[in-house]
């Protein structure tokens, strides 16, 4: 075998000698046209003689009536083939698209099966010189012949994704990473270990009556080392395959069109695709990223400005709006409706919403006019009206990272937000929240108790809200340079998962020290990946303090202990914090200071309780990291429980407490009579899982963002998750 892949020239020249009518087809395909249509390289080739191909039947019936081509009985006497080794035959492709161009065809007649070809691919790949390459076509992903399980060899030269790929460095470890070369997915790992490619495959489902994922696969040898890559496929053929009249456009994807060398036997597609076109047909047969509804904003009356052309499904529209609500009605226009849907003429249009208040509670609360793409939706929502946002997630991604963190941020760190962003908010829409709550079991009240959590089911009308009581997104108005759009397009569909379960990936502001339990939160469950963590150097991990211990959390919070989060510099705060993040310059640890009357006044407007003058405040259960959990409150007309962590912090703050790990220090005047409380706190938000600014120290001491992930989401993984959608 190896003899023979290492002379594949001399192979090809001694058959073309002998098969006259294969000679002629090799020769023609230096004639052939070819052009590229994007600063990527994809790029059109013009070839008439596959349109047999192109148009194969794939029907099973079709597939059943006619003879196999490729079984040896059925070839052609002038086609000859050349031992392998394992039952499988070399063969030159006698239609070819590349330079060079064979087949490798399993001498029994079986089905297309990537599971029984795998492992010879890749021990061909590392035969191979590095001018080729060798690929798969799943039996619904381009082959046109499923029933006969083969690969195929062929020239590398002028096929994009591998000019990309060996422009790169090959994936190193385990984990193979996502690139998105042409608006999909795909999956790249470096090694001959067939597990690797098992693990993806069992990733992927399985269509009804189908018996594997469709994919198409790439191997060869660079440098030695095998790399392999993997497209999830959707559909077999795009719409434009089945149109009549100009609208058709005759190309049936496989691996070699999904590499970047797409090829159109008709000379009119030739000459009509472009890469919008182009992109446009990958969209539609590759698995695509969902659409996410964001909650932007909910007034009596909303401006607003479409700064490009839009229609509301009667007519153009452009310029500065106003709608507003009527008895529950939306008022456009003139007229009442239930419902408007604005969607932009073009991919990339903007509009404008003016007065968006953000940090809503919270003490950077303000208002800015903010900038969006996408298609813009009213609906009514009670007296107000709600403006939605509707927009692709990866879309929506780039804003998030943006609005959470400054692009300058570390990369690293950038990837990691990135990829428990998409986690957070897929499980959010596709209704895979591995503890779903409801509003009722959010709020727990008695005579002298209040327990109340927040969390996402409250919204009804829209998937997430656009504040911190979600993710921030803020469209495209803190997106200022191209770094969070690196970060995201680099972890395209890359998903945390827990037992194959998608992760609620949490995260908060900064930690204090030691991360947060999920349920001194939120429900009363535990979530094996938001554990309590010491925030500290990987390779020394310090043994938890019990800072449920009352004496404990003192003296953790009244200290500094070593910590990521207490060793960022001012560099990285500024290159890592949004302006109004950095008007607080006291995250790891804080004070506030109340006198008696400002906080009796504070709890009685913010929790509705009357109790009095408050006399004392005491922890009575505390969370791992030292954040309260449940605070018994004396007053001087009865005493009351709250909780847990965001309840006390709001009704303990005109806007906020930066979180509820504090401890308090009474103050009195000289005849000790109380005059006020001091509460010295650690930490900013809750404190469960990835910690923002001990994730971007630990991105700029070298951490890569799967150490950052494996860090604060201890036994979890990475997994494409768009790779489990098809059409």
């Not at 000019?163 to 994936?171: A, M, N, Q, T, Y």
């Not at 270990?193 to 992927?204: A, G, Q, R, T, V």
């Not at 007229?335 to 919270?362: A, K, R, S």
Request: include cysteine.
């Amino acid at each position: 075998m190896e003899n023979i892949l290492k002379n594949l020239d001399r192979h090809l020249e001694e058959q073309l000698d002998r098969w006259p009518s294969c000679r002629k087809a090799f020769n023609n395909l230096r004639r052939i046209k070819t052009r590229v249509i994007s600063s990527s390289g994809l790029r059109l080739q013009f070839n008439p003689a596959r349109i047999i191909s192109t148009t194969a039947g794939i029907d099973p019936s079709e597939i059943a009536a006619r003879r196999c081509f490729l079984c040896a009985k059925n070839r052609p006497k002038e086609q000859q083939a050349a031992d392998l080794g394992d039952g499988y035959d070399l063969l030159v492709n006698p239609y070819p698209i590349l330079r060079e161009h064979f087949c490798v065809v399993s001498r029994k007649h079986r089905p297309q099966a990537i599971r029984d070809c795998y492992e010879k691919m890749v021990q061909i790949a590392g035969k191979l010189k590095p001018e080729y390459i060798i690929f798969y076509n799943g039996p619904v992903s381009g082959a046109s012949a499923p029933d006969h399980l083969h690969m195929q060899i062929g020239s590398a030269d002028n096929i994009p994704l591998v000019d990309i790929l060996r422009g790169s460095e090959p994936p190193r470890g385990d984990e193979p990473v996502t690139i998105e070369p042409f608006g999909f997915p795909v999956i790249v790992f470096s090694g001959s270990d067939p597990e690797k490619m098992w693990s993806i495959l069992n990733d992927m489902p399985i269509c009804d009556n189908e018996y594997e994922p469709r994919v198409n696969v790439l191997s060869f040898n660079h440098n030695g080392q095998v790399v392999t890559a993997v497209i999830p496929r959707g559909k077999h053929r795009p719409d434009c395959y089945f149109a009549q009249g100009d609208d058709r456009v005759t190309v049936s994807p496989g691996a070699i069109d999904m590499f970047g060398l797409v090829i159109t036997p008709r000379k009119e597609d030739f000459d009509k695709l472009n890469e919008s076109k182009v992109l446009e047909i990958f969209r539609q047969v590759t698995p695509s990223q969902p659409d996410i509804k964001v909650g932007i904003m909910a007034a009596k009356e909303i401006r607003f400005c479409l700064n490009d052309s839009f229609t509301d499904g009667r007519r153009s529209l452009e310029g500065e709006m106003t709608i507003s609500t009527v008895q529950g009605k939306l008022n456009w226009r003139g007229i009442l409706v239930d419902q408007v849907i604005l969607t932009p003429h073009e991919h990339g249009g903007t509009f404008t919403l003016y007065d968006v208040t953000i940090g809503i509670g919270f003490h950077w609360e303000r208002c800015e006019d903010q900038t969006f793409s996408g298609t813009l939706i009213f609906v009514p929502e009670g007296e107000n009206v709600r403006a939605i946002n509707l927009l692709p997630i990866e879309e929506y991604l780039t804003s998030v990272i943006s609005s959470e963190m400054k692009p300058s941020a570390p990369k690293e760190f950038l990837k990691a937000h990135a990829v428990i962003s998409r986690s957070w908010v897929l499980a959010q829409i596709r209704s895979l929240h591995p503890f779903k709550t409801n509003i009722a079991s959010c709020y727990e009240q008695s005579d002298n108790r209040i327990m109340r959590w927040y969390d996402h089911e409250q919204h009804k009308l829209f998937d997430v809200c656009a504040d911190d009581h979600c993710q921030r997104y803020q469209g495209l108005t803190r997106i200022i340079n191209s770094a969070a759009l690196a970060a995201v397009r680099e972890t395209f569909s890359e998903i945390l998962t827990y037992e194959n379960r998608l992760c609620d990936a949490r995260f908060s502001k900064c930690c204090g020290g030691i991360t947060e339990q999920f349920d001194t939160c939120w429900q009363d469950k535990k979530i094996p990946y938001l554990i309590p963590l010491r925030d500290n150097n990987i390779d020394k991990k310090d043994a938890l303090p019990d800072l449920t211990v009352e004496e404990n959390a003192r003296s953790w919070i009244l200290s500094e202990p070593e910590s990521f989060c207490n060793s960022a510099s001012g560099n990285i705060l500024a290159e890592s914090l949004n302006g109004y993040d950095l008007e607080t310059p006291d995250y790891y640890r804080w004070k506030v200071e109340y006198s008696v009357e400002q906080l009796s006044e504070i709890f009685r407007r913010k929790s509705g309780l009357e109790i009095g003058e408050i006399k004392d405040l005491r922890p009575i259960s505390r969370g791992h990291s030292g954040r309260i959990k449940e605070l018994e409150i004396e007053g001087t007309l009865r005493t009351v429980n709250i909780g847990k962590e965001l309840e006390i912090r709001r009704c303990l703050s005109e806007s906020h407490l930066f979180s509820s790990a504090f401890v308090v220090e009474k103050e009195t005047d000289a005849e000790g009579r109380l005059t006020g409380f001091t509460l010295h706190g650690a930490g900013w938000g809750h404190g469960v899982g990835l910690c923002q600014i001990g994730a971007a120290v630990m991105a700029s001491e070298g951490c890569n963002y799967r150490e950052i992930l494996r860090h604060y989401y201890p036994g979890t993984s990475l997994k494409c998750f768009y790779s489990n959608r098809t059409e």
